[in-house]
């Protein structure tokens, strides 16, 4: 008899980590839950020191995890510093601190969150940076950049992604690395802005959808769901855009 998978979900206690945390627990899996409160283990992916020992927590918790789901994010008018340090390194420093554990699990899966902000003007210095891997100097320039934080820490993650899936450790170990780009969701992180008017409009130009609403949560997480599961067999480093056309809207026939 097949084990039910463990699934490690960071900032699941909100938004579309919380919807998958409900989507995965129902078809009778177990999720690990990672957010600041209200979760199994509680950690602050800003801090370096933090990450460390969330991956202690979770090795008291479990001797291997199935797939790790990074739905942990932030958005302006966070500062740029904290936007670098949740968005990209709250991602690429904890994922591979996490890989002996996916390495003892079945068919082992990790999603990142992107965002279809990965399109927008970016600051090329600081996608540099976190490239490299300087947290430090990445957040000291996140905090000159401002707002544009935001689409640069997730070009960069984009970025991360596809160079990393490949290298040896993740596919050639069996752990398929993946990530998803949403458009506008629904989601406390989004709320503030859709409440009024000039946020609408504002998400509007940046994000121009086909269809007549923005998503929710839950329409997210079944690509979430596949990514992170068996049934995903042959998908590494990819990104797909899930976003109701933005990024047919914005790039028109360009396919890279």
Not at 20 to 43: F, M, N, Q, S
Not at 117 to 142: I, K, M, N, T
Not at 221 to 232: C, D
Not at 234 to 245: L, N, R, S
Request: charged share 20%; with cysteine.
């Amino acid at each position: 008899m097949n084990l039910p998978r463990t699934t490690l979900i960071t900032g699941a206690a909100s938004g579309m980590g919380a919807a998958l945390a409900r989507h995965l627990t129902a078809r009778g899996e177990r999720v690990i839950g990672v957010d600041l409160h209200a979760a199994e283990v509680c950690a602050d992916l800003t801090v370096p020191a933090e990450r460390e020992a969330l991956v202690a927590r979770v090795q008291h918790l479990t001797s291997s995890i199935d797939a790790v789901v990074a739905c942990a994010g932030v958005s302006p008018p966070v500062s740029g510093d904290t936007l670098v340090a949740v968005n990209y390194f709250g991602v690429t420093d904890l994922l591979p601190r996490l890989l002996p554990l996916l390495h003892r699990g079945s068919e082992p899966r990790v999603v990142a969150i992107s965002s279809l902000a990965s399109l927008h003007p970016v600051d090329a210095r600081l996608v540099e940076l976190c490239l490299e891997g300087d947290e430090s100097a990445a957040r000291e320039q996140a905090g000159k950049v401002g707002a544009q934080s935001y689409a640069s820490s997730k070009r960069a993650l984009t970025q991360w992604i596809r160079r990393t899936a490949v290298l040896p450790g993740w596919a050639d170990e069996g752990v398929l690395l993946n990530g998803v780009a949403p458009g506008v969701v629904k989601t406390p992180m989004v709320a503030p802005l859709l409440e009024t008017v000039e946020g609408r409009e504002a998400l509007a130009a940046g994000v121009p959808t086909a269809v007549h609403d923005y998503a929710s949560a839950e329409q997210i997480v079944p690509l979430l769901a596949f990514l992170a599961s068996p049934a995903n067999g042959y998908m590494v480093g990819q990104v797909p855009f899930v976003d109701g056309g933005a990024d047919v809207l914005l790039r028109g026939e360009a396919v890279l």
